[in-house]
């Protein structure tokens, strides 16, 4: 095993979330006045905080993004969340990581709450030592650095050394490399080649089973 701990995003590396994600912002976007007529259009706001989506794609003041933050939640915490599906040979890539010895971390910019109950209803907790995510609205833990932080500190990992990100977003990348941590870029999910790689990711993989034979290499 090439690594002690390995801190693994979650949409779009662990689940495909795009309909929940997608059809949620669509709905707060609705409330605050601009309609969506095709959600692929919404694939961006797939991996990076939704307070910095509403300001970078929507120039939000930060009141209106809480706004629509808040009415995103309002669909996403109903049914919005389980509008998910595990990537095929994810789950087995977790079962073989972990049986190997690793460390498997949930690191992810979701709120905690809702990154713990997808886990669970996926049945895919158990293969994690912990699952980090933001708390809610950004008080304190919203970006990928904050939460990677988190991770390391709630886990007493102080050998940066003996971890590696698996993310698909360049957010995923430059969020670790900030805490002196590689990252594996992912290409099942929401981020290109040109993204991961001009972000810094160390390695490109095309599939979990790709990724498995890499991290046990």
Known sequence: MKYKYILFDLDGT??????????????????????????????????????????EFYHFTKEQALEATAKYRERYGDIGWAENEVYDGVEEMLKTLSEAGAKLILATSKPERYAVRIMEHFGLAKYFTMLCGADDYAKDRSTKEQVVRYALEQ??????????????RNFD?????????????????????????????????????????????
């Open 14 to 55: 662990v689940t495909n979330p795009e309909e929940g994600i997608t059809k949620s912002f669509a709905y707060a976007l609705e409330h605050m006045g601009i309609h969506v007529e095709d959600r692929t259009e919404l694939r961006k706001v797939i991996g990076p905080p939704l307070l910095q989506s509403f300001d």
């Open 173 to 217: 990348v430059i969020g670790a490399a900030a805490l002196g941590i590689k990252t594996i870029g992912v290409l099942y999910g929401f981020g290109d080649e040109e993204e991961l790689l001009s972000a810094g990711a160390m390695h490109l993989v095309r599939t979990p089973q790709e990724l498995t034979e890499y991290l046990l290499g």
């Open 155 to 168: 886990n007493g990992i102080t050998d940066t050394g003996e971890v590696i990100m698996v993310g698909d």
